[in-house]
Nanobody, 125 residues
Framework: EVQLVESGGGLVQAGGSLTLSCAASGFSFDDHAIGWFRQVPGKEREAVSCISSSEGDTYYSASVKGRFTISSDNAKNTVFLQMNSLKPEDTAVYYC??????????????????WGQGAQVTVSS
């Protein structure tokens, strides 16, 4: 059974940092890209960052580029999202997702087929 479990969310003040983890199981980690997405109630889910499993190519949305870093520990089947200089507008539920293939193309939802349950990140001003 494919499972993706996010952890590391919480409440932090603006300017602070958090690291989200996505622990994957039930599939060959080396064969699938992993993406991070976020959603605010009433809004569409948006892509935050993606990483390919083969070359480790990364994508960042314009809103997080330079502040967030995605990384992968293939030995532990875990992907991390280091979030620095957090802003109140980063408040959302963050989801990790398994790509349909080992690469991301546009880092869009349609490229991902299995999702975690989400982790709440709240940034206070």
């Amino acid at each position: 059974e494919v499972q993706l479990v996010e952890s590391g969310g919480g409440l932090v003040q603006a300017g602070g940092s958090l690291t989200l983890s996505c622990a994957a199981s039930g599939f060959s980690f080396d064969d699938h890209a992993i993406g991070w997405f976020r959603q605010v109630p009433g809004k569409e889910r948006e892509a935050v960052s993606c990483i390919s499993s083969s070359e480790g190519d990364t994508y960042y949305s314009a809103s997080v580029k330079g502040r967030f870093t995605i990384s992968s520990d293939n030995a532990k089947n875990t992907v991390f999202l280091q979030m620095n200089s957090l802003k109140p507008e980063d408040t959302a539920v963050y989801y990790c997702a398994r790509g349909l293939i080992s690469l991301w193309v546009f880092c869009s939802e349609v490229e991902f087929g299995s999702w975690g349950q989400g982790a709440q990140v709240t940034v206070s001003s």
